[in-house]
């Protein structure tokens, strides 16, 4: 059972490059989300999915896309790279909350310069 | 709007001092409240939170409504309790969870 597993660890980009962060999950969770950690900033989300089809904006979504076709795979999209976004970003499951707890992955750093 | 205050970026404590990390919050109606803590190259994970009413590795959080808080303390503390620590509120009507900005706790030997 591995949890939440994020790819690439480390990613550095070039202003205006686009990749894709990968999120898998193995426990079937129905809900799925995207947080960005910043110094003294803390935890912001993203996105969030609430099941395969389904998802939502967080508190800051622009420059970021999701699709969630399936249960198992959250992945974060990201267009146009800025400085801006360069940050650690942490993928993260549960049943819904009233249930459950949430899981992390390992964090995905990336850099854009 | 739903809100999660942690007012202090850095907390050092001696060892077997006690700790108390504040935190408030603003929801208009039933929030559920956690802590998470994120100890050196780990995973960020569950503390614990209100409706559990347990005590984990010696830390108790009360969910206090009329003050809007759920300050997490711990009567002594230890050294493994350097980490980060995040408090974070889930409210009734939707399905996000949000974070505060984490105090970094620092035992200090």
């Known amino acids: 059972n591995a949890g939440v597993t994020q790819t690439p660890k480390f990613r550095i980009l070039k202003i205006g490059q686009s990749m894709t962060l990968q999120c898998a999950q193995d426990?079937?969770?129905?809900?799925m989300y995207w947080y960005r950690q910043d110094p003294g900033m803390g935890l912001k989300l993203i996105y969030y999915?609430?099941?395969?089809?389904?998802?939502d904006k967080g508190e800051v979504p622009n420059g970021y896309n999701v699709s969630r076709s399936t249960t198992e795979y959250f992945p974060l999209r990201l267009e146009l790279a800025a400085p801006s976004q360069t940050s650690v970003y942490f993928c993260a499951s549960s049943y819904p909350l009233g249930a459950g707890e949430l899981f992390f992955g390992e964090g995905s750093r990336l850099t854009v310069l | 709007a739903q809100r999660v205050t942690q007012p202090e970026k850095l907390l050092s404590v001696f060892k077997g001092a006690p700790v108390e990390l504040k935190c408030n919050y603003s929801?208009?109606?039933?929030?559920?409240l956690f802590w998470y803590v994120q100890y050196s190259r780990q995973r960020l994970q569950l503390l614990l939170r209100h409706i559990s009413r347990e005590s984990i590795k010696g830390f108790t959080a009360d969910l206090n409504k009329g003050e809007t808080s759920f300050h997490l303390k711990k009567p002594f503390a230890q050294e493994e309790d350097s980490a980060m620590y995040y408090c974070a509120l889930s409210g009734d009507r939707d399905d996000k969870i949000i974070f505060g900005k984490g105090t970094r706790l620092h035992i200090l030997p």
């Open positions: 929801y208009s109606g039933s929030p559920e």
């Open positions: 426990m079937n969770h129905n809900y």
């Open positions: 999915s609430v099941g395969a089809g389904i998802t």
